[in-house]
């Protein structure tokens, strides 16, 4: 198997397992009702530029440019994560929303936002496919993960503006979706 292909299908892969994180996330909100905070929004946000660098890859072809976007992308959710765990690293503070796995969520997406610029950057060190061109048409594999990724952030968008109903600012600690005059 040539470099291209390696790196086609670990792009897909990488954009497999942000969509997993953040289906997780989907999964903690709804399953146990809670809501995210604006910094756990943001996070996710981070968590879909750092995933964009991939789509590109797919899309327009395997370019340094959009494995540094996914880099951007990542040091701005690790600087939002990691501002949440210093909120939350006092004696005494029981954190926002419960452990999964025994970290909260805004810790774990620290430590997948690092693992993100970890990864980027070997996939910039030892992939030899770069200025590969663009498929001339999407596969199967690579219209399904582009689609289930486009579903994520649609339904992202959707969860948010229920949350926030037609108010601009979103509460420290939520506790009910706002549209559905929460």
């Not at 009702?33 to 890859?57: D, F, K, T, W």
């Not at 006092?90 to 774990?108: C, E, I, R, S, V």
């Not at 498929?135 to 992202?156: C, D, R």
């Not at 229920?162 to 600012?169: D, K, M, P």
Request: charged fraction near 10%; glycine fraction near 12%.
């Amino acid at each position: 198997m040539d470099s291209a292909r390696i790196s086609h299908f670990l792009n897909h892969l990488y954009i497999l397992g942000i969509s997993g994180v953040l289906l997780g996330a989907f999964g903690i909100q709804f399953l146990d009702s809670e809501y995210p905070c604006p910094l756990c929004i943001l996070q996710r946000m981070g968590m879909m530029l750092a995933a964009s660098g991939a789509v590109l890859n797919i899309v327009r072809g395997t370019q340094a440019s959009h494995f540094g976007m996914a880099i951007v992308g990542a040091l701005i959710g690790a600087s939002i994560s990691g501002r949440q765990v210093l909120l939350h690293i006092a004696p005494d503070d029981p954190g926002y929303g419960n452990p999964a796995f025994g970290m909260h969520l805004y810790t774990w997406a620290f430590v997948v936002f690092v693992v993100i610029i970890l990864l980027c950057g070997l996939h910039l060190i030892f992939d030899k496919s770069f200025g590969s061109e663009a498929p001339k048409k999407l596969g199967m594999l690579s219209k399904a993960t582009l689609g289930l990724f486009a579903l994520i952030i649609l339904a992202n968008a959707i969860a948010v503006f229920c949350e926030a109903g037609f108010h601009w600012v979103l509460p420290d600690n939520p506790d009910s979706y706002r549209l559905f005059g929460g």
